[in-house]
Every structure is written in structure tokens, then in C-alpha cells.
């Protein structure tokens, strides 16, 4: 089986992503309780918290999947399509346009939560229908959604960490 399609060959891959994944979700734990009352005194920062946790986590959700001891390409498939769809679900609603604080432009609004939601959701539906299909590349879509989900993450750190203090 090619190595776009099967699991066994995404297991080095997988643990990387769970370690890094896990990780920077732990230093955005740490962000929050250092700046807490910043955080919470602002109406819209306890939504980018929450949206960076989803953006940060979601790997985590993925690459277990991938990890998963010879399941089939039905079920790696169907539940990478599931984990897309319900983490582009999440995303849509936690950066929904009405959530865009006033003094953020659109294109600020845009760069930061909703490309990088839009980009990991996306590619891991894509890499799920890869994987159901045979096609359209398969499970090499998981590297651009974890690419996503940490820049995304990151964006969201530094104005939680740095910004705030501005």
C-alpha cells in the first residue's frame, strides 16, 4: 500500500506530532495562568484562550488516530473526517465574524483565528477523504494541518502572552 494511504508508515510522524502537540498546549496553560486576570478582564481573550487550545490540540486528536495499531483505512479515514469537521465546527463557531472584537480589522480577524482554523480543518477532512478514496493525496494533508494548527496556536500565544501587556 502506497504511504499516502497507509498508517504504518505515519507512526514516527504521529508521535512527533502528539509530543510537539501536547506540549505547546501545556505552554499555553502556562500563558494563561501567567497573565489570568489580563485575560479575563477582556471581553474577546478568553475566546482566543479557547481557540488556541482547539487550534493546539487538535493535532494531538489526529495523530492518536494515527497511531492506532493496524485499524483500517475505513476507519483512519472516516475518524480524520469526523476530528476535521467537528474541530472546523468548534473553530467556526469560537471565531464566528459577530465574536470579531470591534477594534481588530477584518484582515487582522481573518490572518489571525480564521485561516489557520480554515487550513486545519480542511486538510485533515482532505487527508480523511484521501485515506476513504485512495486519492487526492491522502494522509500527506496532516503535515499542512499540523503547520496550521501551530502557527495558528503560536499567533494566538504571543498576543496572550505579549500583546496583552502592550
Known sequence: MDAAFDTTHWSDFGVAVTGASAALAGLLIVAVSI??????????????????????????????????????????????????????????????PSSRPVERSLLQWLIAPVMPAMSLSVSIVLAGIGVLTGTIGGLYWLPVAFVASVLGGLVQMWVLLIEILR
Not at 52 to 71: D, G, H, N, R, Y
Open 35 to 96: 497573565n489570568l486576570q489580563p485575560i479575563l478582564a477582556n471581553r474577546g481573550l478568553p475566546r482566543r484562550v479557547f481557540i488556541a487550545l482547539v487550534l493546539l490540540t487538535t493535532p494531538l486528536l489526529f495523530s492518536v488516530v494515527l497511531l492506532i495499531p493496524e485499524e483500517s483505512p475505513r476507519f483512519v479515514g472516516s475518524a480524520l473526517s469526523a476530528i476535521g469537521l467537528a474541530s472546523g465546527v468548534i473553530l467556526g463557531v469560537a471565531a464566528s
